[in-house]
């Protein structure tokens, strides 16, 4: 798939012949911006997590710009321009609701997660900006460490991101043991990247996740809470959490959950087939352009416990819930909002396993009963149960007058 040159002492080229990244998959504001920044005379290259993307013939989520442009120089160049983050300035380049996030190449000096979690220390010097080479080996893992040249349309790899794209690996730029204490939130960067593309995670990576895994209790709590919601997204939260679970992430982060798995067979805990079902339909909402809510990911994610929990006390799934689930937004900070639609599905169980009936129908008004429904719905599966009781809540709900015929 890749040829590439290695230039005497410099990085790897992939000619534009010999790689598959043609611009018509590529954004067309983000092209506006690079070939303006080019235009000027300033290097511009789309890097991160685009460029993979690209290169496995993935649809990028974003388009992010790397530039050797300094910040207000991207801002002069651009009317549509604003410099965000005190620290490190990046400049949003916005087009309508979307953002093209341009990046001045940084020196190795500094860890993203350093930038983030002391943002309000004041302005960076200037020699934090750096080369491209520097900029890429401040990056995460191999295969994100990539650029595109705009120029040349050839592809840049400094860090041999290349060759583990093509042997399928999530490694450490730099040792990890030092990237991982760094910034602890790379641990479970590795596993969502391993989870999300299918890919190993190479040896000496995962031997320093098994053994810093633990230090994920040092990164931002906001941080770490996106991370794990990140973890379900493309349908592979399965993967995912066995991997937390195996390498003892999952107990730092969230040891009620952890302890359940271990007591309920481990590998064979129930837990992984309530996953499975999760990413089953997630990835069936997805073909539609449909994201299945946080809170679905909660109570799905919580099901068995709860489930089995309920049955040992006798007691009602909405007390167990919010008990199990207060866990997370203690340890987390999951969002309040989240917590308490997740307590309602938990709860909507027993409700919904009876055929609706007049003195019920309040409930399919209720915000939260589409997404009762969907998750009721993964429930009923995993357990196998027939799903027509459900269908007569679903026809209930469309032959609700909405608010409007109900003026
Ligand atoms: P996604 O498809 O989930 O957006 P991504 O690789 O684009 O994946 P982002 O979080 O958008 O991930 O980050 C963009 C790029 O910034 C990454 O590809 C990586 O090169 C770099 N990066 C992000 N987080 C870190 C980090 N914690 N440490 C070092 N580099 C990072
Ligand atoms: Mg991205």
Request: glycine share 8%.
């Amino acid at each position: 798939m890749f040829e590439f040159l290695r230039h005497k002492k410099g990085p790897v080229i992939c000619q534009r012949q010999d790689h598959c990244i043609s611009r018509k998959n590529i954004d067309p504001d983000a092209l506006k911006v690079l070939y303006r920044l080019n235009s000027l005379g300033y290097k511009a290259y789309l890097v991160g997590g685009g460029v993979r993307d690209l290169l496995l013939g993935r649809a990028p989520k974003d388009f992010d710009v790397g530039t050797d442009a300094k910040p207000n120089e991207v801002k002069r160049a651009f009317r549509n321009c604003f410099l965000v983050g005190r620290r490190f300035r990046l400049a949003h380049v916005r087009f309508g609701q979307k953002v093209i996030e341009t990046a001045t190449f940084r020196a190795n000096s500094q860890s993203v997660g350093d930038i983030i979690e002391h943002a309000d220390e004041g302005p960076m010097e200037d020699n934090t900006f750096g080369t491209p080479e520097t900029d890429a080996n401040r990056r995460d893992f191999t295969v994100n460490g990539l650029f595109y040249d705009i120029k040349t349309f050839a592809v840049i790899d400094y860090v041999g991101g290349f060759k583990d794209l093509k042997k399928k690996v999530i490694r450490s730029i730099g040792d990890p043991m030092i990237r991982f204490r760094e910034d602890p939130v790379r641990m479970m960067r590795a596993i969502k990247f391993s989870s999300r593309l299918d890919f190993d995670i190479e040896r000496k990576t995962a031997k320093a996740i098994c053994a810093l895994h633990s230090c994920i209790l040092n990164a931002a709590k906001p941080r770490v809470c996106e991370e794990v919601f990140r973890l379900f997204s493309y349908g592979s939260s399965e993967k995912a959490f066995r991997m937390m679970w195996k390498c003892g992430m999952l107990h730092d982060l969230l040891p009620g959950l952890s302890d359940y798995i271990t007591k309920s067979g481990g590998l064979k805990s129930p837990e992984w087939k309530y996953l499975a079902m999760l990413d089953r339909y997630d990835r069936g909402m997805a073909k539609h352009g449909i994201e299945v809510s946080n809170a679905i990911r909660v109570a799905a994610l919580y099901a068995p416990y709860i489930r089995g929990e309920r049955a040992a006390a006798g007691r009602n799934a909405g007390g167990v819930a919010r008990q199990i689930l207060g866990d997370m937004v203690k340890t987390l900070g999951v969002p309040k909002t989240t917590y308490f639609t997740a307590v309602v599905l938990c709860d909507s169980e027993r409700r919904l396993s009876q055929p609706p009936q007049r003195g019920h129908l309040r409930f399919v008004r209720n915000k939260d009963f589409p997404d009762a429904l969907d998750y009721n719905r993964i429930v009923a599966r995993v357990e196998g149960r027939d799903e027509t009781v459900l269908d007569k809540w679903a026809d209930a709900c469309e032959k609700q007058p909405t608010d409007e015929t109900r003026k």
